[in-house]
């Protein structure tokens, strides 16, 4: 009977001490550690706030697709040819005077910053906007379908 009074006794001083919510913050054994041991230690998940509008994620940076070819050391065009390499971009095309991008599957590893900045460096490369219809579709080749656009506005995803 001893026995099984200490197996509840345990199962319920887990249950009670190990429960706690999914966050970043101090934990239960953060009562053994000093106050200062906490400060200067912000944990920043990932690199894009998550709460902010998606049409207004992308302003007050200060790039520009010449800085991405510089950095590659050759032409705009070397660098498209590396990224058709990574499989980030698979073919272009145009299908009833539209044009077409082919992504790859790496492009879906991107995150949204360089997704976009992949598009702009495209679009700087080729000024597939500075002629009609000025903007392109991007097309996914396994499902046939159609996941966004770059235009005037932008990489717009669906």
Do not use: C
């Not at 009670?16 to 944990?43: I, N, T």
């Amino acid at each position: 009977m001893t026995r099984f009074y200490l197996a509840a006794f345990f199962v319920l001083s887990i249950s009670f001490f190990g429960v706690g919510s999914a966050q970043a913050g101090p934990k239960f054994l953060s009562l053994w550690w000093w106050e200062s041991h906490w400060a200067e230690q912000d944990f920043i998940p990932y690199y894009d706030n998550g709460t902010e509008p998606h049409n207004t994620q992308w302003d007050g940076q200060n790039w520009q697709p010449a800085d991405w070819i510089t950095m590659n050391g050759g032409t705009g065009v070397d660098l498209v040819n590396r990224w058709y390499t990574a499989q980030i971009i698979n073919r272009q095309y145009f299908e009833d005077d539209t044009p077409y991008l082919d992504v790859g599957i790496n492009f879906y590893h991107l995150s949204g910053r360089d997704k976009s900045r992949v598009m702009q460096t495209v679009n700087y490369v080729y000024q597939i906007t500075e002629k009609s219809p000025r903007m392109f579709y991007l097309k996914d080749p396994q499902t046939d379908k159609v996941i966004g656009y770059f235009g005037s506005d932008g990489l717009i995803l669906q």
